[in-house]
């Protein structure tokens, strides 16, 4: 038996730089992965097949679990020979949240069955491996600050953010991402982030400047029905966060403070409206 913390990440920054003959986009973000984590508990089991439990009723306890795809795209990938499997998954990442909690359940699966089942295989195969389930998984193989671009596979490894904490809340509404990326227009997005100014900023550990640097584009083509993003955003920054910024496809908005009394008193505040509120750290 053997449990793997599956780490959530937040984007710093999110830059579409278009849209590819193939239907996906072309993206460009700078991820950091947070103390905030699930439990993926890995047990050989003798009857053969991979079987899930999950803390959440209504994640699938099947083949379409990411989990479960993981450890079949590792048997099939590395000629492995298959042993029945029981992943047991205690989930504390918000689900549908912007934060690769799947990704990252994933993830921690193939770095299990790497260490023990093929210890030889270069991190780059297992990032291969998990690009194959999903456009998150390699990054979330890796975990850290790293340059996620393409779909969100090629990754750069950069310099960690500096000490601070994170606010992090998921208001209860749902973003559907295949939607999200059905309103962006290239043409009509007003901002990009400055991932290049984000780069020099990690590289000089400034969290200053890094702060100034944090912005998803999806912001700009949230509908309005979405308004609660904004609200939790203008709180976070009324209680003295240096940034608020969604992550990923939303809904999740997070608030980066220099120091954890203030970070405190802003999750206090917002966990009396909103049920999934996390104080967290880089990791
Ligand atoms: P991303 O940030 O990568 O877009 P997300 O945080 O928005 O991901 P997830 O929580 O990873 O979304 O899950 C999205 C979908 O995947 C849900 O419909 C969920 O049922 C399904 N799913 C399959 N396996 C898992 C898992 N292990 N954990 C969470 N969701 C899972």
Request: glycine share 8%.
């Given at each position: 038996?053997?449990?793997?913390?599956?780490?959530?990440?937040?984007?710093?920054t999110?830059?579409i730089?278009?849209?590819?003959?193939?239907?996906?986009?072309?993206?460009?973000?700078?991820?950091?992965?947070?103390?905030?984590?699930?439990?993926v508990?890995?047990?050989?089991?003798e009857?053969?097949?991979?079987?899930?439990?999950?803390?959440?009723?209504?994640?699938?306890r099947d083949?379409?679990?990411?989990?479960?795809?993981?450890?079949?795209?590792?048997?099939?990938?590395?000629g492995?020979p298959?042993?029945g499997?029981?992943?047991?998954?205690?989930?504390?990442?918000?689900?549908?949240?912007?934060?690769?909690?799947?990704?990252?359940?994933?993830a921690?699966?193939?770095?299990?069955?790497r260490?023990?089942?093929?210890?030889?295989?270069?991190?780059?195969?297992?990032?291969?491996?998990?690009?194959?389930?999903?456009?998150?998984?390699?990054?979330?193989?890796?975990?850290?600050?790293a340059?996620?671009?393409?779909?969100?596979?090629?990754?750069?490894?950069?310099?960690?953010?500096?000490?601070?904490?994170l606010?992090v809340?998921?208001?209860?509404?749902?973003?559907?991402?295949p939607?999200?990326?059905?309103?962006?227009?290239?043409?009509?997005?007003?901002c990009?982030?400055?991932t290049?100014g984000?780069?020099?900023a990690?590289?000089?550990?400034?969290?200053?400047?890094?702060?100034?640097r944090?912005?998803n584009?999806?912001?700009?083509?949230?509908?309005?029905?979405?308004?609660?993003?904004?609200?939790?955003?203008?709180?976070?920054?009324?209680?003295?966060?240096?940034?608020a910024?969604m992550?990923?496809?939303?809904?999740?908005v997070?608030?980066?403070?220099?120091?954890?009394?203030?970070?405190?008193?802003?999750?206090?505040?917002?966990?009396?409206?909103y049920?999934?509120?996390?104080?967290?750290?880089?990791?």
């Open positions: 038996m053997r449990t793997e913390p599956a780490y959530a990440k937040l984007n710093l999110l830059d730089l278009g849209k590819r003959p193939d239907g996906y986009h072309d993206l460009r973000m700078v991820m950091q992965s947070i103390d905030l984590a699930d439990q508990t890995l047990s050989p089991r009857e053969p097949g991979i079987g899930v439990t999950a803390d959440l009723p209504y994640l699938p083949g379409g679990n990411i989990a479960a795809k993981a450890a079949a795209a590792f048997f099939a990938q590395s492995v298959p042993v499997l029981t992943i047991a998954i205690r989930k504390m990442i918000p689900v549908c949240a912007g934060m690769a909690g799947g990704s990252s359940d994933g921690a699966v193939l770095r299990v069955l260490d023990l089942y093929a210890p030889e295989m270069p991190m780059e195969q297992l990032e291969e491996i998990g690009a194959l389930i999903g456009s998150d998984v390699p990054y979330c193989v890796r975990g850290g600050t340059l996620a671009e393409g779909r969100g596979e090629h990754l750069t490894a950069l310099p960690p953010l500096p000490p601070c904490s606010v809340c998921k208001p209860a509404c749902s973003i559907s991402t939607e999200l990326f059905s309103l962006v227009r290239m043409k009509k997005l007003r990009h982030p400055d290049a984000m780069l020099r990690l590289e000089d550990q400034d969290l200053e400047r890094i702060a100034r944090i912005y584009v999806f912001e700009d083509v949230l509908p309005r029905r979405y308004a609660e993003v904004f609200s939790i955003k203008s709180e976070l920054l009324g209680m003295g966060a240096m940034a910024s992550t990923g496809s939303g809904p999740t997070f608030g980066v403070f220099r120091d954890r009394e203030s970070a405190a008193r802003a999750a206090e505040s917002l966990s009396g409206q049920a999934a509120v996390h104080l967290c750290r880089p990791i």
